[in-house]
């Protein structure tokens, strides 16, 4: 009877190690929300989630999710995964009812090492005013080549129709450069790659998109806000494959080498292959402790007899 119980024991002894736990199959999710905006890969809140590219970018306040890059700190209004592009708000930024000058709105510039992952969309108007007859902007362009365009159908001719032109008493500029610099420039992000008001001499700007090729009437039916679009570099399968086995993407330490978290542990490749050998290295020592303590028990019962 001693005999059986002993073996009774050991045999659930090598059941419980043989196991996987439910800890080893359970990812380690990274997912998480801030107000009702989804924080999804390869967009994190914590450090270690996500793509290393997105390090250190995104900030949950009260609820309020906060996009910080070199030029500032914007609200997040929405993360569109499907299109892969973000709508950020700069509270210092005119719109149709209210212009804002003296400097104070961030524009948008970004680290260099970040602009391959992220830049206004094509269709995305920046309206430079009160820009100085020596701003970089106008230098090189003589008479009527100005750099200022229309992008998308939006720009400054629209832009002039806004009830907020008639509170600063706006004056209608002649075409030619020699005249005076225009009170409102609009150019794409691309034509000059930085929105820095301080350097390009401006006293403030607006932005404006448009999500579809339908012509709006007007400025006063715009989108307002800055229209983002974001690309994770290189090949993305190794994510794709972490995810497919249950596994949350994300980086080490050094914040360059990416990771697959899968719960208990971490992988450099996928949760399947690292989990597999874990099954396999806890059978071995379970089949191995199992058959020592198996001797041992029948060596002392023989002892005895």
Known sequence: MTLLFMLTVCLSFLA???????????????RSYCGNITIDY????????????????????????????????????DIDYAYQAL??????????????LGGRGNGFTVEQWRAPYFNP???????????????????GFPGKHLPCRNVSGMGCEEYYDC????????????????????ECCAVAFEAIKAINLSKLQCEGYSSAYSLAPLRVDGAGGWSYGIRVKYSVQGNDEFCRACEATGGACGF??????????????????????????????????????????????????????
Request: net charge negative; charged share 10%.
């Open 16 to 30: 419980l190690l043989a196991t996987p736990s439910f800890a080893t199959n359970q990812a380690n999710s990274c």
């Open 42 to 77: 390869p967009f994190s809140l914590d450090y270690g989630c996500g793509h290393p590219g997105f390090r250190d970018l995104l900030f949950c306040m009260n609820d309020v999710l906060m996009f910080h890059i070199s030029s500032g700190s914007y609200r997040v209004l």
């Open 87 to 100: 709508t950020l708000h700069d509270p210092h930024m005119s719109t149709c009812h209210t212009i804002i």
């Open 121 to 139: 969309t094509p269709d995305n108007v920046f309206m430079l005013i009160g820009c100085s007859a020596e701003s970089p902007l106008f230098q």
């Open 163 to 182: 009830p907020a032109w008639s509170l600063i008493g706006h004056k209608k500029v002649g075409s030619v450069y020699g005249s005076g610099p225009p």
């Open 252 to 305: 080490g330490t050094d914040g360059v080498k990416q990771l697959c978290m899968c719960g208990s542990f971490n992988s450099t490749t996928n949760c399947d292959s690292e989990s597999s050998t874990s099954s396999k290295m806890t059978l071995s020592l379970a089949v191995a402790l199992a058959g020592s303590f198996i001797y041992m028990t029948t060596w002392i019962m023989g002892s005895q007899s």
